[in-house]
């Protein structure tokens, strides 16, 4: 009990520093996905998730960027958001357009067929 009094503040203050360390330290089952999309140009694909961590709240939340043909498994976080709702919706949007002004082809989850999402989230 007395280790937890000493650990939980230095969490707190340390989730404050760097965004997504709580819930890297009590454990990634608390990530809820939220939007994404699958964007393509020629062989090459790319995919944009924004993630949530807390069940049914907009934020804190995370826009992550996946090369899967060429970093298989690795992603990069484009932004966070700890208290504005709509950051990273309207920061993955602004991105995926950005992206399709490029020349790559970009289509939402909803509208990825199935077997395509899966040969495209190599994870």
């Known amino acids: 009990m007395i280790l937890i009094r000493k650990i939980f503040p230095f969490l707190i203050i340390v989730s404050f520093m760097f965004p997504g360390f709580l819930a890297d ?13 699958l964007c ?23 826009v992550h960027y996946y090369k899967d043909t060429e ?4 992603d990069r976080v484009l932004w966070r ?3 504005e709702t709509g950051f990273c919706e309207n920061k993955m949007t602004a991105f995926v357009g950005e992206l399709s002004g490029l020349g790559w082809y970009c289509e939402s989850e909803a509208d990825i067929p199935p077997a395509l999402q899966l040969e495209g989230a190599s994870e």
Not at 30 to 36: F, L, T
């Open 71 to 74: 970093e298989p498994g690795t």
């Open 40 to 62: 393509k140009i020629g062989d090459i694909m790319r995919r944009v998730e924004i993630q949530y961590y807390e069940q049914e709240k907009a934020v804190p939340c995370e």
């Open 25 to 37: 330290a009590v454990g990634q089952e608390s990530i809820r996905q939220g939007d994404k999309s």
């Open 81 to 83: 958001a700890e208290y």
